[in-house]
């Protein structure tokens, strides 16, 4: 599986398990103060699985597919 469009070059060549307990920063277009402020603000450890696992990050996932239901 090809994930190198959304992954910063020195993360392109490993695996999904070392991309997963990246720091959040691997991920294109989020520098390293930002990744830092936004796993400090979510209550979360500063790595990737950290965010996904994130419950807000959850809910708001949840309430997007949920609105495209709504009539």
Do not use: H
């Not at 959304?6 to 390293?32: C, H, R, Y």
């Not at 209550?43 to 949840?62: E, F, P």
């Amino acid at each position: 599986m090809n994930v190198n469009f959304v992954l910063d070059k020195e993360w392109e060549d490993k695996s999904l398990k070392e991309i997963v307990e990246a720091p959040i920063e691997a991920l294109q277009g989020i520098t390293p103060e930002s990744a830092s402020k936004l796993a400090e603000a979510l209550g979360i450890k500063n790595s990737i699985r950290a965010l996904a696992d994130c419950k807000y990050v959850a809910w708001a996932q949840a309430l997007t597919i949920l609105a495209t239901q709504e009539e």
